[in-house]
């Protein structure tokens, strides 16, 4: 499973970009075309950040088989749930979770200034996504993954 991750704290827009690079509103599957492929890519994509809505890494894998999909893309907050932090842990611990399924890490957006230690071949940071318009960082995060 090749992973896209949107990384940042509250009111950094995460859940606006992914619409915005997704035109998903809650979770769906999308077909996205990738650079250099023929055919789309089918995604699932989940708006807002995991640990907010209390989904633990093995749920969210499960949910994900479920949708028989080739790629994902979804958000996560760089620090630990505050209401569950064993259950929801940080963006590193997700990370080191879908790792250790065989899920590659194919891109990662950090908004804002905190990434949570998170690191990736292809990770950038977007300090001024939380003030810059949403179509921007999202255009600027499609070059990054490499979406067309």
Known sequence: MDV???IGNPRTRKASIMRSLTGCFNRSVRDIQLQGNRTATRFYARVGSLQDKSTTADDFVEEVQRSRCQAVICCLAPAASTSDPVQ???AQAYVAAFKARGWRIKGVAVLGQDGGGVRATNLRQYPLAPSAPINVTARDIRAQFGWV
């Open 4 to 6: 896209y991750l949107l």
């Open 88 to 90: 929801c842990p940080d």
